[in-house]
């Protein structure tokens, strides 16, 4: 009798590992055919799409240095302000003067 209740335990055992590979194995197959598909929207989106840049707005490509000016009126506020301090100015200063 325990011989059976032996076998039962590991045949019941088996069935539930067995039962979450076959779930595991169906989440990768379900999230593999997700990606799938979500790519192929994507790549259709794009094409019936057909986006068009205005000629106006391309150059060739060229080095070169990239300057702009802006005119604005008003002030200009800092987000933060910082002190720099020097602890050792009264050394520098004995320093100055010895050299001069």
């Known amino acids: 009798m325990r ?3 032996g076998l039962s335990q590991q045949s019941s055992e088996a069935q ?3 039962s979450k590979k076959g ?3 169906w989440i990768w ?3 593999a055919a ?6 192929l929207g994507v790549m259709a989106a794009r094409l019936v799409k057909g986006t ?3 000629p106006n707005r391309l150059a060739k ?3 070169g240095d990239v300057a702009r ?3 604005a009126t008003g002030k200009i506020q800092p987000i933060t302000k910082v002190e720099v301090k020097s602890k050792a100015s009264r050394h520098c200063g004995k320093a100055l003067r010895r050299h001069q």
């Not at 997700?34 to 790519?39: A, D, E, N, P, T």
């Open 29 to 31: 197959i379900g999230s």
């Open 61 to 63: 490509v060229q080095r």
């Open 52 to 54: 068009q840049i205005d």
């Open 69 to 71: 000016s802006v005119v």
């Open 23 to 25: 779930k595991k194995f």
């Open 3 to 5: 011989e059976l209740k």
């Open 34 to 39: 997700l990606l799938v598909v979500l790519v």
């Open 16 to 18: 539930v590992a067995a």
